[in-house]
């Protein structure tokens, strides 16, 4: 019930490409879905977030995608670049904020070729 | 910008010794948390701290314990160091406004 699942492992796309990662939970009593980006030798950083009282958010070129009904989110980023290469995670929490412990995925290394 | 600060970056100790991981912010966060990254598997949370001299186990505390005596600093300490505890071991703190902060992490090898 405190899982949140995340797939690929690991996705390699090439510059200008879309990048999609998705990620699945079980515990209703999540309402708020933060998604962070890793760099090696750095920790997490907060990339974007989402609740569930909306199905799209968009900053950027990273959208992340909600639905509710499924228990699944996605993270979409748009014209993919080299510099989007980093560990990305998904994560869960509840109280509407990650002040709380937050669940994160197993994490995705994304890789994008020139 | 808030800080959050990880006294080591690498670590190397001896099946069997106490290590301590400190952990220091500098924004009078409340919460604050102990993760331990490994490859597949994510980041797992081993214990976290609500408040001074608080603490609550997370999802892995076993063969940990921390500690909190001042607001800006929570310890990870392994009593006993095993080769199974190497990993990379990441600090957060939070607060309602700014959420979680993480530090750069301390890589442990236990040899």
């Known amino acids: 019930q405190q899982q949140v699942k995340q797939s690929p492992q690991s996705l390699i796309v090439q510059k200008g490409g879309i990048s999609i990662i998705n990620c699945a939970y079980e515990n209703t009593a999540f309402d708020y879905f933060p998604w962070y980006q890793q760099f090696p030798g750095k920790g997490p950083a907060l990339l974007i977030a989402i609740r569930p009282d909306v199905s799209e958010k968009k900053e950027g070129r990273f959208t992340i995608s909600f639905n509710k009904s499924a228990k699944q989110f996605s993270l979409h980023i748009m014209d993919s670049q080299p510099g989007d290469s980093a560990t990305y995670f998904c994560a869960a929490s509840k109280g509407g904020t990650s002040y709380d412990k937050v669940i994160f995925g197993p994490g995705t290394s994304l890789s994008v070729i020139p | 910008d808030v800080k959050v600060t990880q006294s080591s970056r690498y670590l190397v100790k001896r099946t069997g010794e106490k290590v301590f991981l400190e952990c220091v912010q500098d924004?009078?966060?409340?919460?604050m948390f102990w993760y331990r990254q490994d490859p597949g598997l994510g980041l797992r949370l081993i214990y976290f701290s609500y408040d001074v001299k608080m603490k609550e186990k997370g999802d892995i505390p076993e063969g940990y314990s921390v500690s909190r005596e001042k607001k800006e600093r929570f310890s990870l300490i392994l009593e006993s160091a095993s080769t199974n505890q190497t990993s990379m071991y990441l600090c957060a703190s939070s607060s309602p406004h700014y959420g979680y902060t993480f530090g750069s992490g301390t890589r442990l090898t236990v040899v």
């Open positions: 924004m009078d966060h409340e919460n």
